[in-house]
């Protein structure tokens, strides 16, 4: 698969004028009945590309194990769209400035996938941003325990898609993975990874999993 900056920069824009059906997926798509109620919260994520010489990488997060959503979890920056946002891009960028401090000056907004709904409730945009090094990051310690950095060639490559199964409150629940070395990286994030790795790829599903 191509990986160059040009090459993606095309495809997530192509994705924008490309009708897509369904235009959300989430949680409920491996297991149908975690489809939560309505009102759904709505909320925006950063996926940011860092353009290094090496290569691409993708920007994450460790959240620290004291949240009331999602402690100590791998995710995106970002967070709960607020009433001065004007989308769901301007939400990804103000979060991602608040939680780890990366400045938008840095951050050139390519485009965004599909909604993702989570079984506890939230609608999340996903905001595909390149993003441009050198930058320094200031991570908001009462919601981040650690930002790292994981090669986008590693998470679009299908040998690395996982789909696991648990027993989750007495009931057999089914989730992505995409374990990379000491980081569990699962669930919505994971599913969010397989929905740019789906665009990169024209919308096509993933060839495998382990």
Do not use: C
């Not at 460790?62 to 004007?86: A, C, K, M, N, Y």
């Not at 690395?160 to 919505?188: C, S, V």
């Amino acid at each position: 698969m191509k990986l160059d900056r040009d090459w993606i920069i095309q495809r997530i824009s192509n994705s924008a004028t490309e009708t897509i059906t369904p235009n959300e997926h989430g949680d409920h798509d491996l297991n149908p009945d975690l489809r939560p109620h309505q009102p759904l919260r709505q909320a925006a994520v950063l996926i940011g590309l860092v353009e290094h010489q090496t290569g691409l990488s993708v920007l994450l997060t460790q959240r620290t194990d004291h949240l009331q959503h999602h402690p100590g979890q791998i995710s995106f920056p970002g967070g709960h769209v607020e009433e001065q946002d004007d989308d769901a891009v301007a939400t990804a960028l103000r979060e991602t400035e608040e939680e780890i401090g990366l400045d938008r000056a840095h951050m050139d907004v390519l485009g965004r996938l599909r909604t993702y709904i989570t079984r506890t409730g939230f609608a999340v945009t996903p905001v595909v941003a390149l993003v441009k090094p050198p930058f320094e990051l200031n991570p908001d310690p009462h919601e981040v325990a650690e930002v790292f950095e994981v090669p986008l060639a590693f998470l679009m490559n299908p040998d690395n898609h996982q789909k696991h199964l648990r027993e989750f409150e007495g009931t057999p629940r089914y989730f992505y993975a995409m374990p990379y070395q000491d980081y569990y990286i699962w669930g919505a994030t994971a599913g969010m990874i397989l929905d740019l790795y789906q665009t990169l790829m024209e919308n096509q599903p993933p060839a495998s999993y382990v």
